[in-house]
């Protein structure tokens, strides 16, 4: 940039790096866990609904002649891994673990152009240090968020919870 000092070039260098390690790191990060997210939960959710509709099929087309042992085990079958994929989409709350990742992918996306539109703004060595502070403060203010939120959806007992008899 014309007129710039090598101090505020280099003010505007780190910054500009910086910026980039928030769009390599947390970003990227945050857009494969959700893609990965998405895909976990369609395939579950296509395996369960595929399950119980093959099973009704299955079964509709049954004579007393074809209704053989193995046959039997597999209306058994079906229907198991259909329940399984449900049982893990709830538990593991793999819906709600996409819907988060996502929105922390979105807000560090907003985040990065909120420090390039930022950085066009900023004239004096004190302009770059102001918002490499501010950018860091909402880094750390997404991941907090986010970690709060994500150990919210999966307590101590997320799997199962066991209530004590009472004496």
Not at 90 to 117: A, C, D, M, P
Request: net charge positive.
């Amino acid at each position: 940039m014309p007129n710039m000092t090598e101090e505020e070039h280099n003010d505007r260098e780190s910054l500009v790096a910086f910026i980039d390690k928030i769009h390599q790191v947390y970003e990227i990060w945050y857009a494969k866990v959700a893609k990965r997210n998405h895909r976990v939960w369609y395939m579950l959710q296509l395996v369960s609904l595929l399950c119980g509709f093959l099973t009704s099929i299955f079964v509709a087309f049954q004579t007393k002649a074809t209704w053989t042992p193995n046959i039997k085990l597999i209306c058994a079958v079906i229907p198991l891994i259909g329940s399984l994929a449900s049982t893990i989409v709830l538990q593991f709350k793999v819906f709600e673990t996409w819907r988060l990742r996502e929105e922390g992918r979105i807000s560090f996306h907003n985040l990065v152009n909120f420090g390039n539109s930022e950085l066009l703004k900023c004239k004096t060595p004190e302009d770059f240090q102001k918002l490499h502070e501010t950018l860091t403060q909402k880094t750390n203010e997404l991941e907090n968020e986010q970690s709060s939120k994500y150990f919210g959806l999966y307590g101590s007992n997320f799997i199962a919870s066991f209530t004590p008899k009472k004496a």
